[in-house]
């Protein structure tokens, strides 16, 4: 703890670090209110944009429920299966309603002691992890929620990954205090072991499991019960007699555990100084904005107890749109990055990060980084040049809509009429500003589709509408069969949108067998120098190109796969025709030699060729470029590559042996297996090809009370042999078709 780590640190050391290390204080605000008028300030600080994301089942979406209801959003609570025939406010598809999942990312405001809070609940499936995704790009903060018994589970995992990724402060929420087996300190354990979170709690439980009545703050060293029937009241007592000890306890670790981080509270903890509480409650705020610590808060959002009490701590220590800093790109200087004022007086600025289709026409959310946005005012698309009108103007509550004339910056809202796509930029005009993208994963898995009878202009409608909204989502149409063929993250990824054409679209559709999303790629460079020669009478064909392919081990810009550069030097093959050669290589990445899969990790390096003055055309280098590739490939040691899934099951314990049989039957490496509270966690590595039919396997050998969950984690090579079977079936389809 801090006596290690900082005792050697003298005062005057001390003082000059606190002066230059500390990203967020006091001095951003000052600042901040330097510069603009007194009633942006206060607007600005009396706002928080939060996620709340988790692991599927851990009450993400009750607890969203629970914060409308006590923030006077709605005026009644209902429960998320909806089985009073009316269903969570934020799963307001049927769909959702039915299975009792989140599908899609729903946003909403509320107020709490006059803060204003802009939330997004999220899916907790991995197969909508681009909901989560997007939702965090945006946002400035979020609560992970986690179940007291499950803890820290592989969407958990997942969630974390995504946080970091776009520096997301957040605090902690173990929900379901009420289970039986609840232990919110193995949760702790866990944040701190598997995620590797310096998180510590701030609040103790007043019983648990049945017994749950309350939460002690152990900050402000105060006990809180919830009264009336739907937990409504909040009574402040003294923190009850048997746990004055605990919570003394847990106070002192939770200072030891900020002084680590936070250098004012540091310097008070080697002065043996006692923080007060207003003290210690701005530490830890400083230590969360800054990414340093994760504030752990407990309850049970079903059973109405400690919601309300989490709710002061998103306003207490979670960041403003001003603490939180926001760049952009400025492409008249060079994609130079810009820092973002958060200011409504300043430049607009803002992104496009899910789009939704409506009765309305296409609904577009949209989250101001700076400047204001006025309804009937016009707005340019950085991508496209496109000038746009605003003609409705909306701030979103689950699926209604409340018009509104103009929102400031740190606002989410959203507006009707507008063609863009996800990920698009909207300025004012005045300046080439433009977002960085958002992480968007490769599918998976896909499947062929067509419509049940006779083709209607709906199958062709829904398909487009589907891939605008969800980027993750992808459709082609096979060059061989002629089928169109769906991408997407998972089964039940595919199996949403194949049910909702038929309910929103009213067509029928027929799936074929699942197919994995194979890769191809390769292991070692190979050099090519190829001559495309084609004489017909007339003007003929000439394209000769040169260089070498080579795999890529760094990861590339933008999420790409593949790269080609240019390395030639004079005019032997003029600059016309270079493009020509990259689609030649691209087209080739499209369907490998192998068992024609997607080419991945691949570079293409040009390096000379040569050109005739009258036969060579951007077609003859194109071929030329394809050809060489494709003859290079062969020779630089080609591999298949499949999906391989991290598998999470959970099972009673008199079936772990049972169970792990069944892992390592589908060619599982067995990574982790954890046995609490009667039941056996076990973590493995699967390949998807081997998952399909899973689910059912496992019920029948636990007699219905396993479950699983598995998400992507990368392509891994396939063992040789495989690798011979895959390629002789694909040449035995292939002779079978040109027959």
């Not at 001095?27 to 600005?44: I, Q, S, V, W």
């Not at 740190?410 to 909207?426: H, K, N, Q, R, V």
Request: proline share 4%; with cysteine; net charge negative.
């Amino acid at each position: 703890m801090v006596t290690r780590s900082l005792l050697a640190v003298s005062r005057a050391g001390f003082s000059l670090l606190r002066a230059t290390s500390r990203p967020y204080s006091t001095a951003t605000e000052a600042k901040f209110e330097a510069k603009y008028d007194p009633a942006e300030g206060d607007r600005l600080r009396k706002l928080r944009n939060i996620g709340i994301s988790a692991h599927i089942d851990s009450g993400k979406t009750t607890l969203t429920e629970r914060i409308l209801f006590y923030t006077g959003r709605i005026d009644e609570i209902h429960e998320v299966r909806g089985k009073d025939n009316v269903g969570a406010k934020m799963d307001s598809m049927e769909l959702e309603r039915e299975k009792g999942i989140t599908i899609q990312s729903a946003a909403t405001y509320a107020h709490w002691k006059g803060n204003a809070i802009n939330i997004i609940d999220t899916p907790g499936h991995v197969d909508f992890t681009i909901e989560v995704e997007r939702a965090l790009r945006v946002l400035d903060s979020a609560i992970l929620v986690l179940c007291a018994v499950g803890g820290v589970q592989s969407q958990t995992i997942t969630v974390d990954r995504q946080m970091k990724r776009y520096n997301v402060p957040r605090i902690c929420f173990v929900n379901k205090m009420d289970r039986a087996g609840a232990n919110p300190w193995r949760i702790i354990d866990q944040l701190r072991t598997k995620l590797k979170l310096n998180a510590c709690a701030v609040q103790i439980p007043i019983g648990a499991e049945d017994k749950l009545e309350g939460v002690v703050d152990i900050v402000n060293m105060k006990a809180y019960y919830h009264e009336g029937a739907k937990g409504e009241t909040i009574v402040t007592k003294d923190i009850p007699a048997d746990l004055v000890e605990a919570a003394t306890t847990r106070r002192q670790e939770l200072i030891e555990t900020i002084a680590d981080v936070d250098e004012e509270l540091g310097e008070m903890f080697l002065m043996e100084e006692e923080p007060s509480n207003e003290q210690l409650a701005a530490a830890i705020r400083r230590a969360t904005i800054s990414l340093k610590f994760c504030p752990v808060f407990m309850g049970s959002a079903y059973h109405n107890k400690g919601v309300q009490p989490m709710l002061d701590g998103v306003i207490s220590y979670l960041p403003t749109p001003f603490e939180v800093p926001n760049h952009a790109l400025d492409a008249k200087n060079n994609e130079e990055k810009v820092t973002l004022s958060s200011s409504s007086a300043d430049p607009f600025v803002s992104l496009a990060f899910k789009l939704e289709e409506s009765r309305f026409g296409q609904l577009t959310y949209l989250r101001i980084y700076q400047g204001t946005l006025r309804k009937g005012e016009w707005i340019v698309n950085t991508r496209t040049g496109k000038k746009v009108k605003v003609p409705r103007l909306v701030r979103m509550h689950s699926n209604e809509m409340e018009d509104v004339d103009s929102v400031g910056s740190g606002e989410i809202c959203a507006l009707f009429g507008i063609e863009c796509a996800s990920g698009d930029t909207f300025t004012d005009g005045n300046s080439a500003l433009t977002m960085t993208s958002m992480f968007v994963p490769q599918p998976v898995i896909s499947l062929s589709i067509e419509p049940k009878g006779k083709e209607s202009t709906n199958f062709s409608r829904a398909l487009n509408r589907f891939q605008r909204e969800d980027p993750t989502f992808k459709v082609h149409v096979d060059a061989e069969s002629k089928q169109t063929i769906i991408s997407g993250m998972g089964e039940l990824h595919l199996e949403i949108y194949v049910e909702r054409m038929r309910r929103e679209y009213n067509t029928e559709c027929i799936t074929g067998k699942p197919q994995v999303a194979y890769r191809e790629t390769i292991t070692s460079r190979a050099k090519f120098n190829y001559t495309h020669k084609k004489q017909s009478g007339g003007s003929g064909q000439y394209g000769k190109v040169m260089g070498y392919i080579e795999p890529v081990e760094e990861e590339l810009e933008d999420g790409k796969t593949v790269e080609f550069l240019n390395e030639t030097v004079g005019m032997n093959i003029p600059h016309q025709f270079i493009p020509a050669i990259e689609k030649g290589f691209n087209e080739g990445c499209e369907k490998g030699a192998l068992v024609g899969a997607t080419v991945t990790n691949t570079r293409f390096v040009l390096e000379d060729g040569a050109s005739h003055a009258v036969d060579s055309s951007e077609l003859a280098f194109k071929l030329a470029g394809l050809n060489a590739f494709r003859e290079a490939f062969l020779s630089a040691g080609p591999q298949i590559l499949e999906p391989i899934m991290d598998v999470n099951v959970n099972a009673p314990v008199e079936y772990q042996g049972t169970v792990i049989g069944l892992l390592n039957k589908r060619k599982g490496t067995i990574h982790d297996s954890d046995v609490r509270d009667e039941y056996v966690e076990v973590n493995a590595e699967v390949p998807l090809n081997e998952m399909f039919g899973f689910s059912t396997d496992l019920r029948s050998i636990s007699q219905g009370k396993g479950e699983f969950s598995m998400e992507y984690k990368r392509h891994a090579p396939v063992a040789s042999f495989v690798q011979t079977q895959m390629i002789d079936e694909y040449k035995k389809a292939l002779a079978a078709k040109n027959k």
